[in-house]
């Protein structure tokens, strides 16, 4: 059965660079059926997806977060990894890893809070 | 961008009763559009994809029609385990990009 695991800082200061990473397990991250990306979600607010990844590298982003936004992937240990730079108390949020086929089979989420 | 609305925000409703939820796009999504159910603490989970396909395990009382810009989750028979927040989602661009709706809360009246 596939599951994504997140892992990562908790807090993240103002202006530094949030970075996460998520494992993919029970499943192959260079299926060609699916793209594997991020999805977040500040607290009692709604759902934003970030940006997509294939294995080959090709990447899609959301353009209101693009100029900050760096997806990777490392097929050899079957994980994915998401940097988000400069940023602010807004970026608070629940970030889910994703398998992208359209529909969306999520991970747990993990919180990260940005507070000096 | 296509702009997923979804209406009501908060949705009243007695156990056992039925609940009709609205989702609207602001162009047409074919049939590219899923629903989700939301728990506190919980991540999303898929109830309907390709506008009114259950998804495995999604009980028979969860209901999904539409297509172009109008859809609609009917719930049949509130239970207690479905009080929730409810998603709507479109694919019809993927992977150049994925949107959801608000979301609905689906509370006890």
């Known amino acids: 059965q596939l599951q994504l695991q997140e892992s990562g800082p908790g807090l993240v200061k103002p202006s530094e660079t949030l970075s996460l990473t998520c494992t993919v397990s029970g499943g192959s991250i260079s299926s060609s059926s699916y793209y594997w990306g991020w999805i977040r979600q500040p607290p009692g607010k709604g759902l934003e997806w970030i940006g997509s990844?294939?294995?080959?590298?090709?990447?899609y982003y959301n353009p209101s977060l693009k100029s900050r936004v760096t997806i990777s992937v490392d097929t050899s240990k079957n994980q994915f990894s998401l940097k988000l730079s400069s940023v602010t108390a807004a970026d608070t949020a629940v970030y889910y890893c994703?398998?992208?086929?359209?529909?969306?089979?999520w991970g747990q989420g993990t919180l990260v809070t940005v507070s000096s | 961008e296509i702009v997923m609305t979804q209406s009501p925000a908060t949705l009243s409703v007695s156990p056992g009763e039925r609940a009709t939820l609205s989702c609207r796009a602001s162009q047409s999504v074919s049939s590219n559009l899923a629903w989700y159910q939301q728990k506190p603490g919980q991540a999303p989970r898929l109830l309907i994809y390709g506008a009114s396909t259950r998804a495995t395990g999604i009980p028979a009382r969860f209901s999904g029609s539409g297509s172009g810009t109008e859809f609609t989750l009917t719930i049949s028979s509130l239970q207690s385990e479905d009080f929730a927040v409810y998603y709507c989602q479109q694919y019809n661009n993927w992977p150049l990009a994925l949107t959801f709706g608000g979301g609905t809360k689906v509370e006890i009246k």
């Open positions: 990844i294939y294995y080959s590298g090709s990447t």
């Open positions: 994703a398998r992208l086929g359209g529909v969306i089979h």
